[in-house]
C-alpha cells in the first residue's frame, strides 16, 4: 500500500515544481491548450475544416473568420484546430511506438550479452545513418504519401534515439551494487529489468520524449509541406504552410496561421521538457524551481 | 579532346584573305575599334526557366516543350517559328523551301551550316536521315505522329532534296518542321553511337551548344564558336527545370533568372507593382488542361459513372480559385481562334449536379471509391480539392495522390490509373492535339487508354484535308467522340504571362513561349 502513496507524492511534487518553475508552466499551458483544442476541434472549430466556400476566398481575419480563409474558401481557424489534430495523431503513436521499441532494445543491448550489443547498436547506427527527410521521401516515393507512412518513417528513425539513452543507463545500472545484492539473492533477469532498471531509465526517457514531440510535429509539418504526408484536404499545419506560401502575396495569414501553431508547439514541449528534466534530475531539481 | 568543325566551312580562306583578316583584326585591336554588341556579345548569360526538366536531346524521343527549349537553340530546322504575335515561319537551315505539289517539298539548304565534333557540314542525307528515323518503326519514335505522312526524303544533291508526302500534310508547316520533329540531326554523328542518343547530344548545329546538364538542377548552353549564322546574343543560356511557378517568381525576384512564366494568382500585383527593370506580358495560351478517366480500368469501365463525373466537376470554381479568374474554361484540346476549336463542349462547363446525381443512379454503382493522380503543383493541388468536392457531392469518395515531376510524367505506362488531372503542350494545328489521342497512343500519351476507329479515321484524314470548313468540323467532331466516351472533362487552356529583365528582349511565340535562340539583349 506504501507503493501507490509514494507514486502520488512524487505526481504532487513534479506538479509543485512546475507550478514554481514559470517557462515550466507556461509549457505546460501551452501544452494543454494544443491538446484539448485538438482533443475538442469539432466544439472549438467554427466551421467544417474541408467545407469549399470560393465566393469567400482569400480574406483577411474578420469577426467571421478570425484567421481569414485559404484558395478555396476554407476557414483558416478551423484549419489550424484541426491540424493540431493530424499533429498530434502523428506525434503520439510515433512517440509512443518508438519509445516502446528503443526501450525494449535499449535494455536488451544495455543487459544483454556483449555480441547482441553490437548487432543491436549496428542497427541504430544503419538506421540513424539515413538523413530523415531523405529516408522519408524515399519511402513516401515507394509507397505513397499518407499519415500511416508518415507514422511509420519518423518511428523508425527515432527509434535509435531512445535506444542509445536506454542502453546507456542500463549499462550504467547494471553495475550497481543493489543490482549485483539483488542477483546475489536469485533475482531473475526479467525481475531485475522490470523491477529496478525500467523504474530508472523512464523518467529520462518521458523528458527526451516531450522534447521530442516538436520535432516529429515539424517533421510530418514539412512532409506535408512538400506533398508528401496528409493528402488534401485533410488540414495539417505542414499543408497550411504550403498553401500559405502559394499565396504568401495575396494573403499573408495563411502561412502565418500555419507558422504559429508550430512555434507555439516547440515552445510548449521544450520548456516542459526542460522542467521535467530538472525534476527528475536531483541534480538540477532547485535550480529550475528557484526562477 | 573533340575537335571543333572547320572543314565544312564554304568560304574560300587563301593566304591573302588570310593575312587581310588577321591585319584588320590586328587594327581593330590596336585602335580600340570594337565590333557591335550583336556581333560579339560582352560574356551575357540568359538565366531562365523551363516548367519541366530535360528528358531527352533526340528530336526523336523529344517530349514537348522542356525539351524543345533546349533542342531549338542547339540543332537546326529546316524552318524555325518566327517571334511575335502572329503564328508564322522564318527560313533556319533551309536557303528556299517550296512545296511543289500537295506531297512534294522541295528544299536547298544553306552552305555554312554544320556540325560540332567534326561531323562536317550539314547535307540532305542528313535531313533525310532525320527525318526518315522518326517514322522507322524499329526507333519507336514516341513522336512519330508528327511524320505520319511522310514517305521519304528524296536526295537530289550534297545540299537539295525533295520530302515527299504519302499524302497531302496540312501540319507540315505549322507543326512537323518548325517543331520537335523537325530538327535536323547528324546522320554520321548518331550512326557512330547506335542510331540514337538520350541526354548527351553527340553533334549539334544550332547558334548555341549544350555544354552540360545537372538533372533537376541546371541545362547549359553555350555559344556554338563555329556558328556562322547571325550571332547568338548570349555567351551561355542557363535553364533551370523549375516546377512551381511560385518558386520561379521568389526565383526571379531573387535575380536568379531572367524570365519565366508566372503564376495567374500573380498577374494582378506584377501588374500594379512589378520587380524593379522588369516588362510583364500576357499571352493567350494553347495548353490544354483536362480531368482524364482510364477507360481500361475495370472500375471506371462503367460509361454512365463516368458521365456522371464529367456532369459533376464544376468548371467555373476551378477557374475562380485555381486560376484565380485569369483563365477561361474550355470546351476541349484545341484552344479558340485555332481551326476545329469547339464553342461548347457536351456536358457544359458548370457542375449539373441534378444530371450528375442522375446518372450516378442509373450507374448502378455505390460507395465508389477513386483515385486521381496529379502533378504536385498548388494549381492542381486546389483543382483537385475542388473535384474531390464536386465528386463527393455525387457519392463519390476521390483520394488525391500527389507526385513529382519524373513520378508523374511516367504514369502513363500504369494500367490501374483511374482519374488524372492532365496537362499537355499544343502546337498551331489541331493535328497535333489529336495525335496524342489514338489508339496507337494507348499508354504512352493517350493515358486515357482511349480508343476509337472513327477518331483515328478523322486524325488521319483530316491532315490531308484542305477544305477549311470540313477540316474544322473533322477535328470538332473528333473532340465530340472524346467526350462522348466519358473519358475526359476539359478545364481550360490557360494564359501565359510572362516576367523578363528589360535588358533582354525576348523572342516569344505567340502563346508566349520563348524561343531562346533568338533572344537577345536589349
Redesign the interface.
Known amino acids: 500500500m506504501n507503493k501507490p502513496a509514494k507514486n502520488n507524492s512524487e505526481i504532487v511534487e513534479i506538479f509543485r515544481h512546475l507550478i514554481r518553475d514559470r517557462l515550466g508552466l507556461l509549457g505546460l499551458i501551452i501544452v494543454m491548450l494544443i491538446i484539448g483544442s485538438a482533443l475538442f476541434a469539432p466544439l472549438i472549430a467554427p466551421y467544417d475544416p ?1 467545407a ?1 466556400n ?1 465566393p469567400d ?1 482569400v480574406q483577411g481575419p474578420s469577426f467571421v473568420h478570425l484567421l481569414g480563409t485559404d ?3 476554407r476557414d483558416t481557424f478551423s484549419r489550424v484546430i484541426y491540424g493540431g489534430r493530424v499533429a498530434l495523431q502523428v506525434a503520439l503513436p510515433t512517440i509512443a511506438g518508438a519509445l516502446f521499441l528503443g526501450l525494449v532494445l535499449g535494455m536488451i543491448a544495455g543487459y544483454g550479452p556483449k555480441w547482441l550489443d553490437n548487432l543491436i547498436l549496428l542497427f541504430f547506427d544503419t538506421v540513424r545513418s539515413f538523413p530523415t527527410v531523405m529516408f522519408a521521401l524515399a519511402v513516401v ?1 515507394l509507397v ?2 499518407s499519415l500511416n507512412t508518415v507514422i511509420f518513417v519518423i518511428m523508425a528513425t527515432s527509434i535509435p534515439t531512445y535506444g542509445r539513452v536506454v542502453r546507456t543507463m542500463t549499462l550504467s545500472i547494471k553495475t550497481s551494487e543493489f543490482i549485483m545484492a539483488e542477483r546475489s539473492l536469485g533475482a531473475s533477469t526479467f525481475r531485475i529489468m522490470s523491477v529496478h532498471i525500467l523504474p530508472n531509465v523512464l523518467g529520462p526517457l518521458a523528458v527526451l520524449a516531450a522534447m521530442d514531440i516538436p520535432t516529429v510535429v515539424g517533421l510530418e509539418a514539412g512532409l506535408s509541406f512538400l ?2 504526408g496528409v ?3 485533410t488540414p495539417s499545419w505542414g499543408s497550411l504552410l ?2 500559405g ?3 504568401i ?2 494573403t499573408p495569414w495563411l502561412i502565418v496561421a500555419g507558422g504559429i501553431p508550430l512555434i507555439l508547439i516547440t515552445l510548449g514541449f521544450t520548456f516542459l521538457g526542460e522542467a521535467l528534466r530538472d525534476v527528475v534530475d536531483p541534480k538540477l531539481r532547485g535550480r529550475g524551481g528557484a526562477k | 579532346m573533340k575537335k571543333t568543325n572547320i572543314e565544312w566551312t564554304k568560304i574560300p580562306v587563301g593566304r591573302r584573305s588570310f593575312l587581310q583578316g588577321a591585319s584588320m583584326l590586328g587594327l581593330a585591336g590596336a585602335t580600340g575599334l570594337g565590333f557591335s554588341g550583336n556581333a560579339f556579345a560582352d560574356g551575357a548569360v540568359l538565366k531562365t526557366r523551363a516548367y519541366a526538366d530535360m528528358r531527352s536531346l533526340d528530336p526523336a524521343f523529344s517530349q514537348g516543350v522542356p525539351d524543345e527549349e533546349i533542342q531549338a537553340p542547339i540543332y537546326n530546322k529546316l524552318i524555325q517559328y518566327k517571334s511575335g504575335s502572329e503564328w508564322g515561319w522564318q527560313l533556319d537551315a533551309a536557303e528556299s523551301i517550296e512545296q511543289v505539289d500537295g506531297t512534294h517539298i522541295n528544299f536547298t539548304l544553306k552552305d555554312n551550316i554544320g556540325f560540332t565534333n567534326g561531323f562536317g557540314a550539314m547535307t540532305a542525307e542528313d535531313v533525310k536521315y532525320s527525318f526518315e528515323r522518326i517514322i522507322d518503326d524499329k526507333l519507336e519514335s514516341s513522336n512519330k505522329p508528327d511524320w505520319s505522312a511522310l514517305d521519304h526524303v528524296e536526295v537530289t544533291g550534297e545540299r537539295t532534296g525533295t520530302i515527299v508526302l504519302k499524302n497531302a500534310f496540312q501540319p507540315l508547316w505549322s507543326i512537323t518542321l518548325p517543331y520537335i520533329a523537325g530538327n535536323i540531326v547528324s546522320k554520321k554523328a548518331f550512326e557512330s553511337v547506335g542510331g540514337k542518343i538520350d541526354t548527351t547530344p553527340v553533334a549539334t548545329s544550332g547558334p548555341y551548344m549544350h555544354k552540360s546538364w545537372v538533372p533537376k538542377q541546371k541545362t547549359t548552353l553555350v555559344r556554338n564558336p563555329d556558328w556562322k549564322g547571325d550571332p547568338a546574343a548570349f555567351d551561355e543560356i542557363q535553364i533551370y527545370p523549375i516546377d512551381d511557378e ?1 518558386a520561379s517568381e521568389i526565383a526571379y525576384e531573387a535575380n536568379s533568372i531572367d524570365f519565366t512564366r508566372v503564376s495567374l ?2 498577374l494582378d ?1 506584377l501588374k500594379s507593382s512589378p520587380p524593379e527593370n522588369t516588362t510583364v506580358a500576357e499571352f493567350p495560351s494553347l495548353f490544354y488542361v483536362w480531368v482524364g478517366m482510364n477507360l481500361s480500368n475495370p472500375k471506371l469501365g462503367n460509361l454512365k459513372l463516368r458521365q456522371a463525373i464529367q456532369y459533376a466537376i464544376d468548371v467555373p ?1 476551378i477557374m ?3 486560376y484565380f479568374g485569369g483563365a477561361a474554361p474550355s470546351t476541349g484540346i484545341i484552344a479558340p481562334g485555332l481551326s476545329g476549336h469547339r464553342d461548347q463542349s457536351l456536358t457544359g462547363i458548370a457542375a449539373n449536379l441534378e444530371m450528375a446525381q442522375k446518372l450516378m443512379d442509373e450507374s448502378g454503382e455505390s460507395n465508389v471509391s477513386l483515385t486521381i493522380d496529379i502533378l ?1 503543383k ?1 494549381t492542381n ?2 483543382t ?3 473535384i ?2 464536386n465528386l463527393a457531392a455525387i457519392g463519390i469518395s476521390l ?4 507526385h ?1 515531376g519524373a ?1 508523374f510524367w511516367n504514369l502513363g505506362g500504369n494500367e490501374d490509373l483511374e482519374l488524372i488531372l492532365n496537362r499537355f503542350s499544343m502546337t498551331p494545328d489541331p493535328y497535333y492535339a489529336t495525335s496524342w489521342f489514338i489508339t496507337e497512343q494507348a499508354g504512352v500519351w493517350n493515358w486515357e487508354r482511349f480508343g476509337s476507329e472513327e477518331f483515328d479515321k478523322i486524325h488521319t484524314d483530316a491532315q490531308a484535308e484542305s477544305d477549311p470548313v470540313k477540316r474544322n468540323q473533322m477535328y470538332q467532331r473528333a473532340q465530340d467522340l472524346m467526350e462522348e466516351s466519358g473519358a475526359y472533362k476539359f478545364i481550360t487552356h490557360e494564359a501565359t504571362p510572362n516576367i523578363y529583365r528589360n535588358t533582354i528582349s525576348p523572342a516569344l511565340r505567340p502563346d508566349g513561349l520563348p524561343l531562346y535562340r533568338y533572344f537577345s539583349k536589349a
Not at chain 2, 399 to 402: G, H
Request: glycine content about 6%; aromatic content about 2%.
Open positions: 474541408v469549399l470560393i476566398r484558395q478555396l474558401g516515393a505513397g504519401p506533398g508528401m493528402k488534401p484536404p504550403n498553401d506560401y502559394s499565396l502575396r495575396n | 511560385k494568382d500573380s500585383r470554381s475562380q480559385a485555381s504536385n498548388s493541388v486546389t483537385a480539392q475542388i474531390q468536392a483520394e488525391v495522390r500527389l513529382e513520378t
